[in-house]
Nanobody, 126 residues
């Protein structure tokens, strides 16, 4: 059974940094798209960043470009989200997701991803 487990969330002040981790188990696909999504209370789940493994192509939402960096550790089957210069509007539950070939319509559409983690909370105070 595929499992995605996130860690690294927490509470920080504006301008601070956090690094989220996602480890995958039983996801036996060499090629896959790993995405990070977030959902704030009362809002829709939105795509934050994605990386296609093993090629390493990355994609970001405009709201996080230049502040967030997604990376991968192929050997560990893990993906990371380094979040710098955090803002209060980054406060949300952050989810790791995995898509496998044939890929869904778009990396930023939650419906493209069949596998999801339970989420980790990120809270940024002003």
């Amino acid at each position: 059974q595929v499992q995605l487990v996130e860690s690294g969330g927490g509470s920080v002040q504006a301008g601070g940094s956090l690094r989220l981790s996602c480890t995958a188990s039983a996801l036996r696909y060499r090629r896959k798209c790993m995405g990070w999504f977030r959902q704030a209370p009362g809002k829709e789940r939105e795509g934050v960043a994605a990386i296609y493994t093993p090629a390493g192509a990355t994609f970001y939402a405009d709201s996080v470009k230049g502040r967030f960096t997604i990376s991968q550790d192929i050997a560990e089957d893990a993906v990371y989200l380094q979040m710098n210069s955090l803002k209060p509007e980054d406060t949300a539950m952050y989810y790791c997701a995995a898509d496998v070939p044939p890929y869904g319509v778009s990396w930023f559409q939650a419906a493209s991803y069949p596998y999801w983690g339970q989420g980790t909370q990120v809270t940024v105070s002003s």
